[in-house]
């Protein structure tokens, strides 16, 4: 049974840094495009980051580049999101999310698993 677990969320202040980290199980990881997506209090699960299954190009949200950078470990079954210099509006749930021979769609809807989400909560 597919699983994927978030886990690295928790309140920080303006300016700090988290690292979100998902563990992934159940399924054959490496064949898996990766993705973080996030939902804000009141507003729809939008894209983060993600990256397709055979590597290459990483993609992200123009409004996380350069502050957020993405990366997995196929050997570990892990994917990570580094988080730099958050601001209030990076407050949301944040999930990461799993496609099958994906190549890192922005689309939530590619996505065949998904994690439970881990609550990341910033300051002013």
């Known amino acids: 049974q597919a699983q994927l677990v978030e886990s690295g969320g928790g309140l920080v202040q303006a300016g700090d840094s988290l690292r979100l980290s998902c563990a992934a199980s159940?399924?054959?990881?490496?064949?898996?495009?990766m993705a973080w997506f996030r939902q804000p209090p009141g507003k729809e699960r939008e894209f983060v980051a993600a990256a397709g299954w055979i590597g290459g190009n990483t993609y992200y949200a123009d409004s996380v580049k350069g502050r957020f950078t993405y990366s997995r470990d196929n050997a570990k079954n892990m994917v990570y999101l580094q988080m730099n210099n958050l601001s209030p509006e990076d407050t949301a749930v944040y999930y990461c999310?799993?496609?099958?021979?994906?190549?890192?769609?922005?689309?939530?809807?590619?996505?065949?698993?998904w994690g439970q989400g881990t609550q990341v909560t910033v300051s002013s």
């Open positions: 999310a799993a496609d099958d021979y994906g190549l890192g769609s922005t689309l939530r809807e590619k996505y065949d698993y």
């Open positions: 159940g399924f054959t990881f490496s064949t898996y495009a």
